[in-house]
């Protein structure tokens, strides 16, 4: 996607440890804008798929599922990574380990969202080492729902989350796909 790719370029930090920041647009403060062109990318991308729910994690993958379930027409879910005071009733529940922090959340929703009719589309703001996208469809595969496939805006292409993706069977559309971060610079994958 162009306008991501040219965003990043101009604003956009690469910070040590292979780290791009995009907290000033993505991450933490949010352009409406251009996060609805991100919706819509998605949902074009998957319209032949008749997604009925858009799944993502706190925090930063709540703006993109729900532009695309807006886009969609259908309701975005995201995964709790600490329990909520109000989720009283049954939940399903996965671990995710992450590399980077190297800390392993118990990631949870409650079962009432997703039933075994649901086709879902995953969406999230990075791909690292994947282990949130694994950890999300596994809470989905409890609940009996189908993945139909997995969204991303910046997918580090550098790291290993997008083949354990595919090796895994899932259909992974990636914005932006970086293919190094070193120096300082940003290069995106030739496509
Ligand atoms: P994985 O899910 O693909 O295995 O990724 P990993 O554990 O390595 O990443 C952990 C967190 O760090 C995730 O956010 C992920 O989105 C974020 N992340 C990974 N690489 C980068 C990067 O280069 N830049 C930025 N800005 N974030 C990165 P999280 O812990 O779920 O945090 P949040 O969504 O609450 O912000």
């Known amino acids: 996607m162009q306008i991501l790719r ?16 995009v907290d000033n647009f993505l991450t933490h403060q949010v352009d409406p804008v251009l996060m609805q062109q991100i919706g819509d990318h998605f ?18 993958g709540i703006a993109p599922a729900v532009f695309t379930g807006l886009s969609m027409g259908v309701p975005a879910i995201f995964a709790r990574k600490s329990k909520s005071l109000t989720m009283n009733e049954e ?4 671990e995710v380990y992450s ?3 190297q800390v392993t959340s118990h990631i949870s929703i409650s079962q009432k969202f997703l039933s075994k009719d649901d086709r879902v589309l ?30 991303i805006m910046i997918e ?18 990636s914005l932006a796909r970086v ?13």
């Open 43 to 60: 949902a074009e991308i998957f319209k032949d798929e008749k997604i009925t729910k858009v799944v993502t994690i706190e925090a930063s």
């Open 6 to 21: 040219d965003r990043i370029m101009k604003d956009g930090t690469v910070i040590g440890d292979g780290v791009l920041k």
């Open 122 to 151: 995953i969406i999230d703001d990075f791909l690292a080492n994947g282990q949130a996208a694994l950890g999300l469809s596994e809470l989905c595969h409890q609940a009996g729902a189908t993945v139909v496939g997995i969204g």
């Open 99 to 101: 590399f980077t922090k």
């Open 156 to 173: 580090k292409s550098f790291q290993d989350g997008r083949q354990l993706l595919i090796d895994e069977g899932y259909r992974v559309e």
């Open 179 to 191: 293919a190094s971060l070193e120096n300082n610079e940003v290069k995106f994958v030739e496509e």
């Open 91 to 94: 939940l399903l529940t996965a």
